[in-house]
């Protein structure tokens, strides 16, 4: 099974800045296996990156993602008030098997 | 408008059991969905996968044997029977639509809260 770690656990940074979300895996996982969540809380999780670099429909164009193998990374490039929220990476390991990293807090400085 | 809305979660007692249901709304039914939780505070754990015609089905460890997965995609809907409920499946369970061509998750439900306790 693989195992996804996110780091950092929580990201202090001001709007307008930029944030860069890791996401390691333990094994090489597939580009196209390879997406992005960002969940509020009291809210469903909401589909941001798939295929590590595709944007969902109606995301805007300030998140990208990147990495191949076992490093991705999501990054932000200028924080509005309503990106902080916690961040998943997720991916899938044939079979099918789903497993989600434990998620990237960003918060407010 | 796309949309996914879960019913019949609520209290339960160690040993008990709950059917899930998830109504589909705006779309064919014609994807694989499945069903994912999120206990209070903590991240999120894929429970189990549906293919679109049903024929395939597989779950996540800490619920093979307990939990089964169907839909009835003439009702636009997908369950989850669960089976032998212990405290740790206390949890939000979502139904989640699986993306057309990719393996991510494009449309959520709100969720529904299943508590397990004596």
């Known amino acids: 099974e693989i195992v996804l770690t996110q780091s950092p656990g929580t990201l202090s940074l001001s709007p307008g800045e930029r944030a860069t979300l890791s996401c390691r895996a333990s094994?090489?996982?597939?580009?196209?296996?390879l997406a992005w969540y960002q969940q509020k809380p009291g809210q469903a999780p909401r589909l941001l990156i798939y295929?590590?670099?595709s944007r969902a429909t109606g995301i805007p164009d300030r998140f990208s993602g990147s990495g191949s193998g076992t490093d991705f990374t999501l990054t932000i490039s200028r924080l509005e008030p309503e990106d902080f929220a916690v961040y998943y990476c997720?991916?899938?390991?044939?079979?099918?098997?789903?497993?989600f990293g434990p998620g990237t807090k960003v918060d407010i400085k | 408008q796309v949309q996914l809305v879960e019913s019949g979660g609520g209290l339960v007692k160690p040993g008990g059991s709950l059917r899930l249901s998830c109504a589909a709304s705006?779309?064919?039914?014609?994807?694989?969905m499945s069903w994912i939780r999120q206990a209070p505070g903590k991240g999120l754990e894929w429970v189990s996968y549906?293919?679109?015609?049903?024929?395939?089905?597989y779950y996540a460890d800490s619920v093979k044997g307990r939990f089964t997965i169907s839909r009835d995609n003439p009702k636009n809907s997908l369950y989850l029977q669960m089976n032998s409920l212990r405290a740790d499946d206390t949890a939000v369970y979502y139904c989640?639509?699986?993306?057309?061509?990719?393996?991510?998750?494009?449309?959520w439900g709100q969720g529904t809260m299943v508590t397990v306790s004596s």
């Open positions: 295929g590590t670099s």
């Open positions: 549906i293919s679109s015609s049903g024929s395939t089905i």
């Open positions: 705006g779309f064919i039914f014609s994807d694989y």
């Open positions: 094994q090489s996982v597939s580009s196209s296996h």
């Open positions: 997720q991916q899938y390991g044939g079979s099918p098997q789903f497993t």
């Open positions: 989640a639509r699986g993306g057309d061509g990719h393996w991510a998750f494009d449309v």
